[in-house]
């Protein structure tokens, strides 16, 4: 698959800027990817959608206040994304980082930071005191670059049931849920569940290579607990609320690790294992993300879902619209 054939025509204007208010107050798009057909919805009407014996699986990663800017000794800024915890060290991306160098102590903070070794692309490990009371002094959240920084979007970039700290970005699937859509679905008998997967650069990198196989993904530590294992496996019906959900899911159950690091990437021509129905907001052109959703639900219908959507004007990105995507991945 070439990975020009993820793109796709955007009016500026349709890339949300801030997130729905209430959170379930979001448009939702919904697929039944059996029957070809789309309907247009509000994002409270989710547990319409679903029934006894689903396992409704959430993302219980919280994100850090990642973002952090260094300064050179010769005085030039650094900005430091923190990626993940390594034991000791943390790998970071830089930018600009084109003359950076081992042995290189960096200022943030109030704080040292040294530049132990260079993984490519900008990655770097990277080693300080107490990198996580540095991320509290004077961390920011992570916005993409594609939102405007303010204070009310910084307090919104994170789910309500956020609770495991490690993410670069937040699974921006789980912004729309409110303690009352919660309480619905489980009215309605479906059985939450919560997994872990911490997301990094895995989830958020853009494809780059002409062909899409040839992308390289970056792992993205995951755990998945035996209340989840359970959940899922006496499931009728598994749905993964956002992608970082099925990437878990899809990992745990194609290796039996419970715990460890997914660079599983999901793309058309995928066999699904776990997951049968797929939670998610309207992603990048380009993005592995959109490559898994056109693996879940099939090429030609997630073009015509992505094109009614600018019709219908529907909002994009991180903080935009939801789609819900019935009966297709392990299903189709």
Known sequence: MLTSELDYELPEDLIAQSPAEPRDASRLMVIDVSRGTITHHTFRDLPRFLVPDDALVLNETKVLPARVKANKPTGG????????????TWEVLARPSKRLRPG?????????????????DGHWVVTAP??????DRCGSMPLPPYIRPAPETESRYQTIYARNEGSAAAPTAGFHFTEGVLEDA???????????LHVGVGTFMPVRTERLEEHRMHAEHYRVPQEAVRAVQGAGRVVAAGTTVARTLETWAATGEAEGESNLFVYPGYRWLAVDTLLTNFHLPRSTLLAMVMSFGGEDLVREAYATAVKERYRFYSFGDAMLLLDGGRRR
């Open 77 to 88: 800024e650094v900005e430091l994304l923190f990626l993940r915890d390594l034991g000791g």
């Open 104 to 120: 290189l102590t960096l200022m943030a903070g109030g704080g040292r930071l040294e530049l132990v070794e260079s993984l490519g």
């Open 130 to 135: 107490d990198v996580r009371g540095l991320l």
């Open 186 to 196: 489980e009215r309605a008998g479906a059985q939450i569940a919560r997994i872990t």
